[in-house]
């Protein structure tokens, strides 16, 4: 488990960027990750989780949280309206917000329950088709409709397309973040969260190199 080596490389990130040490929330994504591994994990004190499928999250997280005070779990996969109210019950941030009827409902839900999760827009930075995310050239929009209902946006997210260089998506979404007056960046994975920190990440999503290649 080298939960202690991926915080030393955030850190070293961190000082390198000239940001505070601290700035960055390491996301443990533990998707189709075995339960022991992610107990290893909570046992060595961590609290901040990523899982990118409600059903899956929910078969586990309520268990952990008994035994286990102040998770912060996030959802980084693509959420469909229909689960948009058991997700507002499991996680306390939602990086997948990439279309109007998804922010209606979770907006309308957020009235109803008199609390939100905090909200990543995500954004298709590569435009690829089998991709979720707002476009580039939409994003403006989408980021005004979404503060228009009053919807906690906390910042942007981006998964890169696998055969390009990352910098460049994560250069483009801090640049769409920053004209739109967000400051949270939700980028970097187990094999360039470095690059994302020097480029502003605020949030980086690690999987495989803190528990091991995925079932
Ligand atoms: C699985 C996943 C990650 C983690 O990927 P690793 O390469 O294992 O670090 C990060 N972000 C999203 C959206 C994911 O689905």
Known sequence: MSLEDIRNRIRKAEENAGRASGSVTL??????QPDERVAAVLEAGHRC???????????????FRERFQDIDL???GPLQT???RQAFDLFQSIHSVDRPKLAKTIARLAQEEGSCPE???????????QKAGV???DADDFINDCKGMDLPVRGLMCIPPV???????????AKIAKRNGLNGLSMGMSGDFEAAIALGA????????IFGARN
Request: aromatic share 6%; charged share 25%; no cysteine.
């Open 27 to 32: 996301i443990a994504v533990s998707k189709q």
């Open 49 to 63: 989780f990523g899982e990118n499928r409600v059903q899956e999250a929910a078969g586990k997280w309520p268990d």
């Open 74 to 76: 996030h959802l980084i």
């Open 82 to 84: 229909n689960k948009a």
């Open 119 to 129: 909200l990543f827009i995500q954004v298709n930075t590569g435009e690829e088709d």
């Open 135 to 137: 476009l580039p050239a």
């Open 163 to 173: 055969e390009e260089e990352p910098s460049l998506h994560f250069a483009l979404l």
């Open 202 to 209: 605020t949030h980086v999503r690690v999987g495989s190199a």
